[in-house]
């Protein structure tokens, strides 16, 4: 299986696609009704739409899918982790956004094959964009294809990125590399989704995506949507791309060299730059 055939992923892509649809509905549902709380760090949230769009997707994915393992951000594994098949679900990217009504949040499914990211699916119920894309089938919005940005240069480009919940904790926050960059490109936005971020590059709406502190239900789609669009997905550094890392450099390509030279010149900011949290 770690050579998939090109039926078995486009019946995968068919079925998360079912699962990201469900579990969008259920969050379109509760919109605007439900309240959040913390799950232990500070600014982790979670809500009864989390859980239930999750129940929704698992109810699909297990129904075709019996045997494959499920890594899914509010219930954890299911099955064995070892498996080669791996579906990395989160059934509300963007909870904090969804708790205060921010309307920028998705439905962020991903299937890993041997480790890989092979199948996306990512549902924004908001504005009904659904993109979808597997290894050598590649990638679309609402059907149509899609491919990232021609963008040139760094100092041309729009980029995006997010800070861990443990920001508060570590000198790694990504605040020093915002700050940075921000005055490198066109702008530096933080949409508070990663899988929309990613979605962005792939689609051209963005050039280039940097952020550390990530799981594997965050990414497990996106990447696949990026590569499949044309764009490149590495480690910081340009080594090849490690989901257990949970730190990704996705750009449309022709800025990645340049952004990837700038990230790792960039220094912490000293601690007394930063209130302390009470």
Same mark, same amino acid.
């Given at each position: 299986?770690?050579? %998939?055939?090109?039926?078995? =992923?486009q019946r995968a892509l068919e079925i998360?696609?079912?699962?990201?649809?469900?579990?969008?509905? !259920?969050?379109? @549902?509760?919109?605007?009704?439900?309240?959040?709380?913390?799950?232990?760090?500070?600014?982790?949230?979670?809500?009864?739409?989390?859980?239930?769009?999750?129940?929704?997707?698992?109810?699909?994915?297990?129904?075709?899918?019996? $045997?494959?393992? !499920?890594?899914?951000?509010?219930?954890?594994?299911? +099955?064995?982790?070892?498996?080669?098949?791996?579906?990395?679900?989160?059934?509300?990217?963007?909870?904090?956004?969804?708790?205060?009504?921010?309307p920028f949040y998705a439905c962020s499914?991903? =299937?890993?094959?041997?480790?890989? %990211?092979?199948?996306?699916?990512?549902?924004?119920?908001?504005?009904? $964009?659904?993109?979808?894309?597997? @290894?050598?089938?590649?990638? *679309?919005?609402?059907?149509?294809?899609?491919?990232?940005?021609?963008?040139? @240069?760094?100092?041309?480009?729009?980029?995006? *990125?997010?800070?861990?919940?443990?920001?508060?904790?570590?000198?790694?926050?990504?605040?020093?590399?915002?700050?940075?960059? *921000?005055?490198?490109?066109?702008?530096?936005?933080? +949409?508070?989704?990663?899988?929309?971020?990613?979605?962005?590059?792939?689609? +051209?709406?963005?050039?280039?995506?940097?952020?550390?502190?990530?799981? %594997?239900?965050?990414?497990?789609? +996106?990447?696949?949507?990026? *590569?499949?669009?044309?764009? @490149?997905?590495?480690?910081? $550094?340009?080594?090849?791309?490690?989901?257990?890392?949970?730190?990704?450099?996705?750009?449309?390509?022709?800025?990645?060299?340049?952004?990837?030279?700038?990230?790792?010149?960039?220094?912490?900011? %000293?601690?007394?730059? =930063?209130?302390?949290?009470?």
């Amino acid at each position: 299986m770690s050579d %998939p055939s090109t039926q078995f =992923l486009q019946r995968a892509l068919e079925i998360a696609t079912e699962a990201a649809l469900a579990g969008g509905a !259920i969050l379109q @549902t509760y919109a605007g009704k439900v309240e959040a709380r913390e799950k232990g760090r500070p600014g982790d949230l979670v809500t009864v739409a989390d859980r239930a769009a999750e129940a929704a997707i698992l109810q699909v994915i297990q129904r075709h899918f019996p $045997d494959h393992a !499920i890594l899914a951000e509010e219930s954890g594994s299911q +099955g064995t982790r070892s498996s080669e098949l791996l579906w990395a679900i989160d059934p509300l990217d963007g909870t904090t956004n969804y708790a205060h009504q921010y309307p920028f949040y998705a439905c962020s499914i991903g =299937l890993l094959i041997a480790g890989v %990211p092979q199948v996306g699916v990512i549902f924004d119920p908001n504005r009904g $964009d659904l993109f979808r894309a597997a @290894t050598g089938l590649g990638a *679309t919005c609402n059907r149509q294809p899609i491919q990232v940005s021609p963008t040139p @240069t760094l100092r041309q480009s729009l980029l995006v *990125t997010g800070f861990a919940y443990d920001r508060w904790e570590t000198p790694d926050n990504n605040y020093a590399e915002f700050c940075a960059l *921000t005055h490198l490109t066109q702008g530096v936005r933080r +949409g508070g989704a990663a899988s929309i971020d990613l979605a962005y590059v792939a689609c +051209g709406k963005l050039d280039g995506y940097w952020e550390r502190g990530l799981s %594997p239900w965050d990414l497990a789609a +996106g990447v696949v949507i990026v *590569t499949e669009a044309g764009g @490149t997905v590495t480690a910081y $550094d340009q080594s090849p791309f490690a989901i257990e890392t949970g730190r990704i450099l996705a750009t449309n390509g022709a800025i990645h060299a340049e952004l990837s030279q700038e990230l790792l010149k960039i220094q912490p900011l %000293p601690p007394d730059c =930063l209130p302390r949290s009470s």
